[in-house]
């Protein structure tokens, strides 16, 4: 992949920047080190989605960006299925891009989202709902849409197809995306809506679809209740990437009117104030389940589960208050056979161990499970079957497929059924990490246990000693799960690869043991969070072959902050990264898009209690920090506006601590630019490489 051009940057310096006249021959061999890696880097096939039919017969997935649909027990006889063709082996057109499969109701038809471009209907690049019988004939176009879509769910009885869809979008709904830039009546004017569309799935013409949710209410998840007259959604008034953590559960007749039935922030009890995510309708239609906790990004899901009335009422909980459930679905097998009726949900939790656990078949009313232990299943890595974190996708006999990763096994799907999981494709055989082994690390700060991961050198030799770089997660309500590479700007593989240790630790904040540990940096940013990180450096340090002259750290987003912080508190750090961070809160929650996310963490706004935005502010204590620097951001990041790289840039090089600061064009809160992120990339790699070289 090429650098870069120089204009695609705008970079700053300082008083002892590495600028590009500065740039010698350290910096110019740690960036071939770095080609060298990254052209050994063998990432294999990439698996975005799969999906079963309901009925069990029959996967569909897609890799690489190319559907393909097989019989669940033969693999061999997969066809391909592109909305430029027919459903075969024909070559998919280049210009396509497909995604979000959904199976309909009766295993015959399979949805998708494609944006291919057909001269005959002059398509360029929006996406639009295809539907495919998988019978040798071209995929239909069942829309005609302008604007951003994504989720197709067929109705239960495959009348029709419901998504979101943001009609007139000018970028994709959500604040990780790059914001428009500002103009007009700020607040009034521009302002993009995600609505539920519907679709007649039978359609012979392409056509616009119904908006059935209100105009005024941004929707970001729904579902249909098991008799198709209804639909549930959590919704909030716009702009939808503020309201997110203020966000109600509704129920709507289709065609009819809205009705709230929960609002977290008007309700007593564990769940007041809080987020709500992924609402499941019960097969019964009398009830509906949720995720609720403390969330810092929609999409990123974790808390305990809910259950409320589809009339409303108070929510209640259940399940294991000391792991965070990540994604469910009611128990298909046990709505069918009446072993539990519609009392039985199966969970995904992280639990205190960093793993991954399937538990099969929780009596929501009695909050146990219905299996034994044996039945339960961990897994060391990530997996998915769609947009949703840890998500799977269900047939009617209760079998389960997926996506499974770590960061020693690539992608492959595997399916579970009644408790055995096992691995289904072998498309990435042979395919080896090009970096070191990764462990699993324990420790205590203060009263909590804490996890991490630890990724070792490549070819990690106990007699020699590594330098190594403290990687903190964004969020803060988020965790570290192995999964393979996925070509992060930071990425952690290609310092393993390069020499380093790379820690990744689950600091209170994260998901993993509970709502209490979620909750335990609420008014104590950087400080409860930044003890326990030096606690596990602490662990790491008395067992593996560490340079304690060569300590790094790096983050972005929240883990920027934490960067950004953590070096005002302790010099114990040598060099320093910051992706998209914060350096003062109380200019912070005038600045940013998503200032609703703050009130659940610092308990008022800024200008009800500023002291406690202050306490945690690094700007305050930048008189301290001496850790040489790189800043970076986006300049359309709408989460961590670029003026706190700027204020934090332009402190640094006040007082003279080395220091360099980029800001990348057209970028929002996630870079989607892979030069760009390859550009970040080897600027860290030379950063550390200049201020922690071998020998020091």
């Not at 090429?2 to 008083?15: E, L």
Request: glycine content about 10%; some cysteine.
């Amino acid at each position: 992949m090429p650098r870069i051009f120089p204009f695609a940057a705008v970079v700053f310096g300082g008083a002892f920047a590495l600028a590009a006249a500065a740039q010698d021959a350290s910096t110019a061999a740690s960036t071939a080190r770095l080609e060298a890696v990254l052209q050994g880097f063998n990432h294999g096939q990439l698996i975005e989605q799969v999906a079963i039919s309901p009925d069990g017969k029959r996967l569909a997935w897609i890799e690489d960006g190319e559907i393909s649909v097989a019989p669940l027990d033969n693999l061999d006889k997969r066809r391909r299925v592109t909305a430029s063709g027919a459903s075969g082996s024909d070559t998919a057109d280049a210009r396509c891009t497909e995604q979000d499969l959904a199976w309909s109701p009766d295993s015959t038809a399979l949805a998708f989202f494609s944006s291919c471009a057909r001269a005959s209907d002059g398509i360029e690049s929006q996406e639009n709902l295809f539907l495919t019988h998988l019978d040798g004939n071209p995929a239909a176009r069942l829309t005609d849409l302008h604007g951003y879509v994504h989720s197709p769910v067929f109705a239960p009885d495959g009348r029709y197809i419901a998504f979101l869809y943001v009609e007139g979008a000018t970028r994709a709904a959500g604040a990780l995306a790059a914001m428009k830039r500002p103009s007009g009546v700020i607040g009034q004017e521009g302002i993009e809506i995600q609505r539920i569309a519907v679709v007649q799935a039978g359609v012979a013409a392409p056509m616009e679809p119904a908006l059935v949710s209100p105009a005024n209410l941004h929707v970001y998840e729904f579902d249909w209740s098991p008799d198709a007259k209804s639909l549930a959604y959590i919704a909030a008034d716009p702009p939808g990437e503020n309201n997110w953590w203020v966000a109600k559960l509704y129920t709507q007749p289709v065609g009819g009117t809205a009705m709230s039935i929960l609002a977290p922030a008007e309700i007593s009890g564990p769940l007041h104030g809080l987020q709500i995510a992924v609402p499941r309708w019960s097969p019964d239609g009398k009830h509906i389940a949720f995720i609720g906790g403390l969330m810092s990004d929609q999409g990123v899901t974790g808390g305990d589960l809910y259950i409320i009335p589809a009339s409303g009422g108070q929510p209640r909980r259940c399940a294991d208050p000391n792991a965070t459930v990540v994604w469910f679905h009611w128990d298909p097998i046990s709505h069918v056979s009446g072993l539990h009726g519609d009392d039985s949900i199966d969970l995904t939790e992280i639990g205190g161990d960093g793993l991954l656990h399937l538990i099969p078949s929780l009596e929501i009313s009695t909050g146990a499970s219905g299996v034994t232990e044996e039945g339960e299943q961990a897994f060391g890595g990530t997996i998915s079957g769609g947009s949703l974190m840890s998500s799977q996708s269900v047939a009617r006999d209760g079998t389960e497929a997926f996506v499974f990763s770590s960061y020693s096994k690539p992608p492959e799907i595997w399916i579970d059924h009644a408790g055995k999981a096992r691995q289904l494709t072998h498309f990435n055989d042979g395919v080896e990490p090009s970096w070191g082994k990764s462990v699993s690390v324990e420790w205590t700060s203060d009263k909590f246990h804490v996890q991490g991961w630890l990724m070792l050198p490549k070819e990690y030799d106990p007699a020699k000693k590594y330098p190594l770089i403290v990687q903190v997660h964004g969020g803060p309500a988020s965790a570290v799960l192995p999964r393979w590479g996925t070509g992060s700007p930071l990425s952690p593989e290609a310092f393993s690869a390069l020499g380093y240790f790379v820690f990744m630790p689950n600091p209170r904040g994260s998901y993993g043991q509970g709502e209490a540990f979620t909750q335990a940096n609420r008014k104590d940013f950087g400080y409860g969070d930044l003890r326990g990180i030096l606690a596990g450096l602490d662990a790491v340090e008395s067992e593996y072959s560490i340079d304690p002259n060569r300590v790094g750290l790096d983050g972005w987003s929240y883990g920027g902050f934490m960067t950004m912080f953590a070096i005002t508190q302790t010099q114990r750090f040598k060099a320093a990264v910051a992706g998209a961070g914060i350096s003062d809160w109380l200019s912070y929650y005038g600045e940013n898009s998503i200032d609703q996310w703050m009130i659940p963490y610092f308990g008022a706004s800024v200008y009800d209690d500023p002291a406690v935005y202050a306490r945690s502010s690094a700007i305050d204590f930048i008189k301290q920090a001496h850790t040489p620097t790189l800043i970076v951001v986006g300049d359309r990041d709408g989460e961590c506006p670029a003026p706190q790289s700027f204020e934090f840039w332009h402190a640094l090089r006040d007082l003279n601590v080395p220091t360099q600061f980029v800001v990348y064009p057209n970028e929002g809160h996630g870079f989607v630019n892979p030069d760009h992120r390859r550009d970040v990339l080897e600027r860290a790699v030379a950063w550390f490489t200049e201020y922690m070289p071998s020998g020091s």
